[in-house]
């Protein structure tokens, strides 16, 4: 696909993600596991209810093992510029769940207008699922509405009958910590992020 470079980013995590969004022109095949027949996927939130500025994990469709997890921004935001988000994912064990690659999509709370598209990466090594989404081409950013607005969302495959935790990693502001962007590539520090575990639960 072609990439026009959005601007500058402060966050080491993101550029990674980005220069892999070019590295990976097509989803690679998800075969390190079978699919487990016969187990049912579900999910339970961390108990953090929606707020605005606040990102969260919320559960989403289910196709037998396989669950769909909502990252939701909560509105009215008090930024109108938001371009970008970065952070990582935790499992509590990569034996029991996994992403499916190629799985995600953005969501409809980075709007598209004016831009060139929006897109998302997600990649997972080990228990870690580094997770993208921007913007793409010259345009400003925005805010979100009233209510929670889905920024992507993506799919897990529980492997055993067990309950995983799943959660994002780190606290706003810290080093390597998940983080907002603007259109210039400054931190939005009005945007957190959910510091409570999530669960995914695998059952026969």
């Avoid at 390190?32 to 469709?61: E, K, Q």
């Avoid at 921004?73 to 988000?85: E, N, R, V, W």
């Avoid at 952070?87 to 709370?109: A, H, K, Q, R, W």
């Avoid at 907002?180 to 026969?204: H, K, Q």
Wanted: charged fraction near 10%; hydrophobic fraction near 40%; charge should be negative.
């Amino acid at each position: 696909m072609t990439w026009e470079a959005p601007k500058p980013w402060k966050s080491a995590l993101f550029c990674s993600a980005l220069l892999a969004m070019l590295l990976l022109s097509a989803p690679a095949c998800d075969d390190d596991h079978p699919i487990r027949h016969g187990l049912i996927a579900s999910f339970v939130g961390s108990g953090t209810s929606a707020a605005p500025n606040l990102v969260r994990l919320v559960g989403g469709s289910v196709n037998d093992e396989t669950l769909t997890v909502n990252i939701a921004l909560g509105g009215p935001t008090t930024s109108t510029d938001i371009y970008a988000f970065s952070f990582e994912l935790v499992l509590g064990s990569s034996d029991s769940l996994e992403y499916v690659t190629g799985s995600i999509e953005p969501g409809t709370m980075l709007s598209g207008a004016g831009c060139a598209s929006v897109i998302a990466y997600a990649d997972q090594n080990g228990s870690r699922v580094t997770v993208g989404v921007t913007k793409v081409g010259g345009c400003s950013g925005n805010g979100s509405t009233p209510t929670e607005a889905t920024v992507g969302s993506l799919q897990f495959r529980v492997l055993v009958a067990s309950s995983t935790t799943i959660a994002i990693e780190g606290t706003t502001g810290d080093p390597g910590s998940p983080v907002a962007l603007d259109s210039g590539g400054a931190d939005i520090t009005s945007v957190t992020f959910d510091a409570g575990n999530a669960t995914i639960l695998g059952t026969n």
